[in-house]
């Protein structure tokens, strides 16, 4: 199977956009580097899900299919996907630090919920999700003025890609008159004012790419095309987080499969949050440097399987190497995301990837809030 969509290439394609504009973007001017999308507009809903994505898990839930269903029932049983899930924030200074982090934890644990009730929402038609989603969305609005702490991009960039997805599948598909214009304007404002400067510099490895990956998924829930632009452009070219310095070309190693099997995994399932968000926006993000991507998923997939792997020690990330390749570890719920891009989408040959999503089917949550999780429900075609 190919791609059969012909405007689905790194050049310039028209898509329609109704977000918000003008006062409501973050930024006028377009800060992208020497790279662009070639895009003229966003298309929404978007983030990780066009409302085609949207329409196919509620058709295929409806219909009772697998392995959509069984996605479903594990999706719909996680905590953070209740309409009675009790919202901890919103508080005026999240601080995620290594020497305490007040406010950290409220955060993504309402960031889980804000998503994963807007997307049973979608599914169920239940307004009772869309009012938890919208209510955990406005009081962090109307409370957040600052996140702090050593690892702050961390928590902006993780936490905000995770939000921003809820705030554009509410935005879109949200009951009429549940979100005026000036409190989606005041959200807007709180990821431009709070979010975006401590994730507009990049940084190294798989830290940089946190901040990549939010800035990204922020751009789109802000309709904010500029922004876009900057984390394309750092997708495609920066010398310390961008996708040929995170995965090694001929081998697939990942600049951190030194460091530990989590971070790999954490910097490969962000990698295709990433390159999802660019495909409903018309790109092949996934076909970047000839699909390194997939060479990083079926590296990592091939050595936690128990398989030999080759290793070079002076691959890494710009400031840090390691001697040897880390300890096998558990898999994390990123691979169905990969496997129906890569093997039912392209038709391109993943055996280690697909047995890993195989073994992990129906993907269960997404590590904290690290990833989207359940990609059995969320991203099966």
Same mark, same amino acid.
């Given at each position: 199977?190919?791609n059969? #969509?012909?405007r689905?290439r790194?050049l310039q $394609?028209?898509a329609?956009?109704? +977000?918000?504009? +003008?006062?409501?973007s973050?930024?006028?001017a377009n800060q992208a580097?020497?790279?662009t999308?070639?895009l003229?507009?966003?298309t929404h809903?978007?983030v990780?899900?066009s409302?085609a994505?949207l329409?196919r898990m509620?058709s295929?839930?409806?219909a009772?299919?697998?392995?959509?269903l069984?996605?479903?029932n594990?999706?719909?049983?996680d905590p953070?996907?209740?309409s009675s899930?009790?919202?901890?924030?919103?508080r005026?200074?999240?601080?995620?630090?290594?020497a305490?982090?007040?406010? !950290?934890t409220?955060?993504?644990r309402d960031c !889980?919920a804000a998503y994963q !009730?807007?997307?049973?929402?979608y599914?169920? %038609?239940?307004t009772? #999700?869309?009012?938890?989603a919208?209510? $955990?969305?406005?009081?962090w609005?109307?409370?957040?003025?600052?996140?702090? +702490?050593k690892?702050a991009?961390?928590?902006a960039g993780?936490y905000?890609?995770k939000?921003a997805t809820?705030?554009?599948i509410m935005?879109?598909?949200g009951?009429s008159?549940?979100w005026s214009?000036s409190?989606l304007?005041?959200?807007?404002a709180?990821?431009k004012?709070?979010?975006?400067?401590?994730i507009n510099?990049?940084g190294d490895g798989g830290?940089?790419?946190?901040?990549?990956?939010?800035?990204?998924?922020?751009?789109?829930?802000c !309709?904010?095309?500029? %922004?876009?632009?900057d984390a394309?452009?750092a997708?495609?070219? #920066?010398?310390c987080c961008?996708?040929?310095?995170?995965i %090694?070309?001929g081998?697939?190693?990942?600049?951190?499969?030194?460091r530990d099997q989590?971070h790999t995994?954490l910097i490969l399932g962000?990698?295709?949050?990433?390159c999802?968000? +660019?495909w409903?926006?018309g790109l092949?993000m996934f076909?970047?440097?000839?699909?390194?991507?997939l060479?990083?998923y079926?590296y990592?997939a091939?050595?936690?399987l128990?398989?030999?792997?080759p290793?070079?020690a002076t691959f890494?990330?710009?400031s840090?190497?390691?001697?040897?390749?880390?300890?096998?570890?558990?898999f994390?719920?990123?691979y169905? $995301?990969a496997?129906n #891009?890569y093997?039912? %989408?392209?038709?391109?040959s993943?055996?280690?990837?697909?047995?890993?999503a195989g073994?992990?089917?129906?993907?269960?949550?997404?590590?904290q809030?690290?990833?989207?999780?359940f990609?059995t429900?969320?991203?099966t075609?």
């Open positions: 199977m190919t059969s #969509h012909p689905r790194f $394609i028209t329609v956009g109704a +977000g918000l504009a +003008g006062a409501a973050l930024y006028g580097g020497a790279v999308s070639g003229t507009a966003l809903p978007g990780l899900h409302r994505d329409d509620r295929k839930v409806a009772g299919a697998e392995p959509w069984s996605g479903y594990v999706f719909k049983a953070f996907s209740s899930y009790v919202m901890a924030g919103g005026a200074t999240v601080t995620r630090d290594p305490g982090d007040p406010g !950290n409220e955060l993504w !889980n !009730n807007a997307v049973m929402w599914i169920t %038609r239940d009772a #999700h869309a009012t938890k919208l209510q $955990i969305i406005k009081s609005t109307n409370a957040l003025e600052e996140i702090n +702490g690892d991009e961390l928590a993780i905000g890609a939000l809820a705030v554009e935005h879109y598909t009951p008159g549940s214009m409190e304007a005041a959200t807007v709180m990821f004012n709070i979010f975006v400067p401590l510099i990049y830290y940089g790419l946190m901040g990549l990956k939010g800035m990204m998924q922020i751009a789109v829930a !309709n904010d095309l500029a %922004r876009f632009d394309y452009n997708f495609m070219t #920066h010398t961008g996708l040929t310095k995170l %090694r070309s081998s697939g190693q990942c600049c951190e499969s030194g989590a995994q962000s990698l295709a949050e990433i999802q968000a +660019g409903v926006q092949d076909g970047a440097s000839d699909s390194l991507l060479s990083g079926e990592t091939k050595y936690n128990g398989n030999t792997v290793y070079d890494g990330r710009c840090t190497k390691w001697p040897s390749l880390s300890a096998r570890g558990s994390r719920n990123i169905e $995301i496997y #891009h093997v039912k %989408r392209a038709g391109k993943a055996p280690y990837t697909a047995q890993v073994r992990l089917r129906p993907e269960g949550d997404g590590t809030c690290d990833h989207p999780g990609g429900l969320l991203f075609l």
